[in-house]
């Protein structure tokens, strides 16, 4: 038997909009696609569908409804020009990382030309996402270290890095990489930055599934931003970069972080892509100021 698609996909539509989801289409184009096991490219050709395959559908479609992260259904997520493979337990990457992750690749850029492969940090790797872009977008001009506190996220990175060169190592990051003080030319990161009391306003699919580790950071959303200062003041060598992401609200408490360990000049905040104020960037002091 065979069940025609326009009424699925239109049922299905219905279903994610009463749901709230921002984008029922897309969603329901890719589910379909993904029962079917095609490209969704080449949902337009497709008039019908066996009845197993209507029946997954309509069981992703109900999960998605429910706030499911679609990036959970398909198993993937998309970071710029990589595909990672993401599930319960990490962080899933947002577009908004990607604008921090080009900045980064523009610093590095010339430094992969004019020194030795610069050294580069990822701390609070998640998925390994950044690490991974920037190994595909500077392929064999950088070494690169990601590292995440969480075991069952760093299982992921693993998974994402293992066909590159990157170092993936488990801990906190406080107190990682103590063999490349003053050596790094880079550290970047996406660390948890929500305040604690924020936690009804985070949407369905990123507070019931991202991990809390992930998100949350304290009162005022910045307890993992002042650790992870500290600890690229320790790892970087002079005259290197830090940049790291924060929330649309702390375009001025997160730089003003930096500001304060006084080891870093030029702290700098950036736009993303909506003009909301995203990520910091500094350059490492020779000596931080008494």
């Not at 696609?33 to 479609?61: K, N, Y």
């Not at 990601?146 to 890095?161: F, G, I, Q, T």
């Not at 790291?244 to 360990?261: K, L, M, N, R």
């Amino acid at each position: 038997m065979s069940r025609p698609v326009r009424p699925l996909l239109a049922y299905a539509v219905t279903e994610l909009r009463d749901a709230g989801i921002e984008s029922p289409e897309q969603d329901a184009r890719v589910l379909l696609s993904l029962a079917c096991d095609i490209e969704p490219a080449r949902l337009p050709l497709l008039d019908a569908v066996t009845d197993d395959q209507a029946d997954l559908f309509e069981s992703m479609v109900i999960l998605r409804a429910v706030r499911t992260p679609l990036q959970h259904l398909t198993g993937r997520a998309y970071f710029r020009h990589v595909e990672l493979a993401v599930g319960p337990g990490v962080f899933v990457p947002r577009p908004e990382t990607e604008v921090m992750t080009g900045w980064a690749i523009e610093q590095l850029r010339p430094m992969a030309w004019e020194m030795q492969r610069p050294l580069v940090v990822e701390l609070c790797a998640g998925s390994g996402a950044i690490a991974k872009a920037l190994y595909d977008e500077l392929p064999r001009r950088v070494r690169l270290h990601a590292v995440e506190l969480s075991e069952d996220a760093a299982s992921w990175a693993l998974r994402n890095l293992r066909d590159t060169s990157v170092e993936v190592h488990v801990g906190d990051m406080a107190t990682a990489l103590p063999e490349l003080d003053g050596t790094v030319d880079l550290v970047i990161a996406n660390p948890p930055y929500i305040p604690l009391d924020a936690y009804e306003s985070v949407p369905p699919e990123v507070r019931d599934h991202d991990p809390a580790l992930a998100l949350f950071s304290g009162a005022d959303g910045l307890d993992a931003i002042r650790v992870l200062v500290r600890t690229a003041t320790r790892l970087l060598k002079p005259g290197g970069l830090l940049c790291f992401e924060h929330a649309d609200a702390q375009g001025e408490s997160a730089p003003a972080v930096v500001t304060a360990a006084g080891g870093f000049s030029a702290v700098r905040d950036h736009p993303d892509l909506t003009g909301r104020p995203r990520f910091v960037t500094a350059v490492r002091r020779l000596a931080a100021r008494r």
